[in-house]
Structure formats: structure tokens, C-alpha cells
């Protein structure tokens, strides 16, 4: 079963960045939209950002400005570069593809990577 793969968490300072990068487990499966949620032990995940299979970008309030979603087809990978790390940003992150099957709609995930920011 395909599966997507976070990368690029760890331990920053506040006002510090991390690029935070969303793969396949097959390279066959191919990485266009995605969606970045975060979630918090004990709290619900949240979008934070998505980039859809065009040049359409979302982002939650909170990081608007902040953070970017990028894509680079060559590599079949999808970016969010965290800028400006602050306080409220420790999460697991998880990076998400929903796609249209014969069965019907799947959505896939990773196991997620962990940003810790400290102070």
C-alpha cells in the first residue's frame, strides 16, 4: 500500500525555520495536491496549508505569511517552508493527498514528523 512520507521536523528556537518535505513510499504515486495538517495531543488536526494541482495556495490564518507550500515535480515532492517558528506551531505534521479511485475517494497520509520550537 502507498503511503506518504514526512521529513524535515526537529528542534528549532523561536524565530527559526525548518522546511518540512512530503514524499511517496512508490515513486508511482504522484505527489501534486497536498494538503498540511498538524495535530496536538489532545487536540483536533487543523489545516495549515495546501497547494492544489495548479498554482491554487491555501493557508490557515495563523501562519499566513509565515509559511509557503511549494511543489517540485521533478523531484515528486512537495515543500512547507516554516519561517518565523513561534510558540503555538509544535505539532505533529502531516502531509495529506486525496485521490479520485474507481472505488471512490482515498485519502492518504504519513506517519507525520514532529517540530518542537523552544525558547
Known amino acids: 500500500q502507498v503511503q506518504l512520507v514526512e521529513s524535515g521536523g526537529g528542534l528549532v528556537q523561536t524565530g527559526g525555520s525548518l522546511r518540512l518535505s512530503c514524499t511517496a513510499s512508490?515513486?508511482?504515486?504522484?505527489?501534486?495536491?497536498i494538503n498540511w495538517y498538524r495535530q496536538v495531543a489532545g487536540k483536533q488536526r487543523e489545516l495549515v496549508a495546501a497547494i492544489g494541482s495548479g498554482t491554487a495556495r491555501h493557508y490557515a490564518e495563523s501562519v499566513k505569511g509565515r509559511f509557503a507550500i511549494s511543489r517540485d515535480d521533478d523531484k515528486n515532492t512537495v515543500y512547507l517552508q516554516m519561517d518565523n517558528l513561534k510558540p503555538e506551531d509544535p505539532a505533529v505534521y502531516y502531509c495529506n493527498s486525496r485521490k479520485n479511485r474507481p472505488y471512490g475517494i482515498h485519502d492518504y497520509w504519513g506517519p507525520g514528523t514532529q517540530v518542537t520550537v523552544s525558547s
Open positions: 512508490e515513486s508511482t504515486f504522484v505527489i501534486r495536491a
